[in-house]
């Protein structure tokens, strides 16, 4: 089935600790996206890719970093995990920066202790 | 100042009634795309229905209408005939060009409950 799998949909980490979220799509869609959801405050863009190879800051980056190596892919790494890391977090994509929906994942809710 | 702005943290209506969702926006780009995301407790993001900023006519699917009044900035989402799967958070976003980003901003979204 196309669209977009992240991994893993749920984990408990402690604090320090390093994690990478996955997000890999199969439908050939140049910009991805990466949003936290937390009560009340909505999606905020962590960061984005317009195209593989290029990435950009989102509106709450500190704290992650990101690579686009190919077309598909778009890891989020939390380098030393903090507990206002607790969230659920969404990758998406679409077809161009400007064109077309975004599509999303089913979400990976992750817990910092 | 946010971008998207959605006044109403949750909206009640009677099955079978028609619901307006409220959504205003901000941007001094020309060129901008307004969205409509349902969110049911399930948790996955669907996509309901996507306006132009060129666009003439509103965007219509199914029961779902978006009342876009450009002048204002607004981009109302109309619900016809509620139904009981209906219930669910709805987010309006934008996507515009800044600087050539083309970020996609999410509002706070609004919380539905269709009663019966």
């Known amino acids: 089935i196309a669209g977009i799998t992240q991994a893993p949909t749920s984990q408990i980490l402690a604090a320090g600790r390093r994690m990478t979220l996955r997000c890999t799509q199969d439908m050939r869609h140049n910009a991805m996206y990466w949003y936290r959801q937390d009560l009340g405050l909505g999606l905020r863009l962590i960061h984005y890719?317009?195209?593989?190879?290029?990435?950009g800051k989102g509106e709450v980056p500190d704290g992650y970093s990101v690579s686009r190596a190919n077309t598909d892919d778009f890891p989020l790494t939390l380098a030393s995990a903090v507990p206002s890391q607790t969230s659920v977090y969404f990758c998406?994509?679409?077809?161009?920066?400007?064109?077309?929906?975004?599509?999303f994942g089913e979400g990976s809710r992750l817990t910092v202790l | 100042a946010q971008k998207i702005t959605q006044t109403q943290p949750g909206m009640f209506v009677q099955e079978k009634e028609a619901v307006t969702l409220d959504c205003t926006y901000d941007?001094?780009?020309?060129?901008?795309?307004l969205f409509w995301y349902k969110q049911p407790s399930s948790g996955e993001m669907i996509f309901l229905i996507y306006q132009g900023s060129y666009d003439q006519q509103n965007a219509t699917e199914g029961r779902y209408s978006l009342n876009f009044q450009k002048a204002r900035k607004s981009a109302n989402l109309v619900i016809s005939a509620s139904q009981l799967g209906d219930s669910a958070m709805y987010f309006c976003a934008m996507r515009e060009g800044v600087g050539g980003s083309y970020i996609p901003t999410f509002g706070r979204g609004t919380s539905l409950i269709v009663h019966p």
């Open positions: 941007t001094s780009d020309p060129s901008y795309g």
């Open positions: 998406a994509s679409s077809q161009g920066p400007l064109t077309g929906e975004l599509f």
């Open positions: 890719s317009n195209t593989a190879g290029t990435t």
